[in-house]
């Protein structure tokens, strides 16, 4: 039932975002509402429960640092600046019933997503046992989602600091970037899988690694490192970047 409950927070909250989004005119907010929507979620299913352990409580702790963290820095980003290209490709303007598409294609599809992605917080949220305290397991998965965290959120700053200059080479290969392709989103796995430890270690059920799955498979197959590199397949300074530093794992670069 609970699991039911929260399918229909998600939803709704969705559907908020959607309706905003028609009157913005521009489907990208959809962006701003990924990072919030698991803070929603890992709360809302917290004050579903009948008591909430210490481990639970950190790890909505955790997800609430990364989501509100990712939710200012798009919503800056994104702010005074066009709707994304990625979401005119997703949703054209002449698609027919385009308002349709949007919702399902866009908002409800991030919805369900999300809500699967939250299955360990949400099974660590519905029956941890308040006398759980935070052992070695837990803190192992702590100091792995503060390596996720601090590849992405500096990640985003060198990225935006490189973008900023007026005078600047094509492509940033300094600083994290130098090791990786990808740090943001290497980032954000390695977050995910570092919740699962937590959760794992107060004895959610191992079905449960769906949840980082999906965000691994989303994020290396699908909407995140694919979509980027087809967009400077043609780039020969990018394609030259590409061939000495790793696509998604920090590696030294090759010479």
Known sequence: MNYLITGVIVFAYMTAWFVLSQVKKRNDVADTAWGLGF?????????????????????????????ARLASHIYLRNRNKPEDA????????????????????????????LWIIMLPVQQ???????????????????????VGFIFESVGDKQLSVFLAQKKRPKVLQTGLWRYTRHPNYFGE???????????FSAGVA??????????TG?????????????????????????????????LPPKK
């Open 39 to 67: 803070v929603v979620l890992a709360w809302g299913s917290a004050l579903l429960a009948s008591s909430v352990s210490s481990v639970a409580i950190l790890v909505n702790v955790l997800i609430t640092i990364w989501g």
């Open 86 to 113: 990625r979401y005119k490709q997703i949703v054209s303007d002449d698609v027919k019933f385009r308002w349709l598409v949007s919702y399902g294609k866009v908002f409800l599809l991030q919805g369900l997503l």
């Open 124 to 146: 660590i949220n519905f029956g941890s046992d308040a006398s759980s305290t935070i052992g070695f397991t837990a803190a192992l998965g702590a100091i792995i989602w503060l």
């Open 218 to 250: 989303l994020v290396l197959f699908v909407s995140g490192v694919p979509m980027l590199e087809r967009r400077y397949a043609n780039d020969p300074e990018y394609q030259d970047y590409a061939e000495h530093t790793s696509k998604f794992l920090p």
């Open 206 to 215: 191992p079905w449960t690694i769906i949840g980082p799955l999906t965000i």
């Open 189 to 199: 796995v390695t977050q995910w899988w570092g919740i699962f430890v937590i959760s």
